[in-house]
């Protein structure tokens, strides 16, 4: 359960942002178009891109002590600048979502092409999916690989599914600059908590070599 709740809290850190997906998702919900196939796509691209890095990136870094710690300071290197970008757009206050209602109904295919494009050319998600989640997944034994992936897609699953069947009540709270606020804040906090972990365990993993 520990590594469960370890993956799930740093896959919502990483994916809980303002983004083009996200906005994406928002928009198609709000609209009622094609909802559960753009959630679904978006949660089947993140469990293969989670499991390559957790049982592929993940293994083969945990081999090497030295790839370990380097990767292990390019992470928390990386969760603390995301971190503090977060706090800063916590103190700024001054993002809000615009959803424009209305328009005409988009294809499925291109629907469904867009959903690939917005997710699979966004580089942040291989940094977030495989590096991110892969490197820390490569300071677990091999049992808690399982757990710790578990955790991470269904934190996906009931983000994208969430924002996208709850839309109608989310978007007039997201037009609002408070709520990102919040939720920066938050996305800070587990951010930095992250980093302190990984530096942490490279310190400790170079004492032990």
């Not at 959803?99 to 699979?120: D, Y």
């Not at 942040?124 to 820390?136: A, N």
């Not at 709270?173 to 920066?184: A, G, K, S, V, Y």
Request: charged share 10%.
């Amino acid at each position: 359960m520990e590594h469960f709740i370890q993956g799930f809290l740093i896959c919502a850190g990483l994916i809980v942002t303002i983004g083009a997906q996200n906005a994406f998702i928002l928009k198609q919900g709000l609209l009622r178009q094609h909802v559960f196939l753009v959630c679904g796509l978006c949660f089947l691209c993140d469990c293969l891109l989670f499991s390559i890095g957790v049982f592929g990136l993940g293994t083969f870094i945990r081999r090497l002590p030295a790839a370990t710690i380097g990767l292990a300071a390019i992470g928390a290197l990386f969760l603390t600048l995301y971190g503090a970008r977060a706090f800063l757009s916590a103190y700024r206050g001054n993002t809000a979502l615009v959803v424009a209602q209305g328009g005409n109904t988009q294809s499925l295919w291109k629907t469904l092409w867009f959903t690939l494009a917005i997710t699979l050319l966004n580089p942040h998600v291989y940094l977030d999916s495989i590096v991110i989640i892969g490197g820390i997944a490569g300071t677990l034994a091999e049992a808690a690989k399982i757990g710790f992936l578990l955790g991470a897609i269904s934190a996906s699953g009931l983000w994208f599914f969430g924002i996208g069947y709850s839309s109608k009540l989310l978007i007039p709270f997201f037009r609002r600059p408070i709520t990102w606020r919040l939720l920066d804040a938050i996305t800070g906090i587990i951010m930095w908590g992250i980093a302190f972990g990984l530096i942490r365990y490279g310190i400790e993993t170079y004492q032990g070599v």
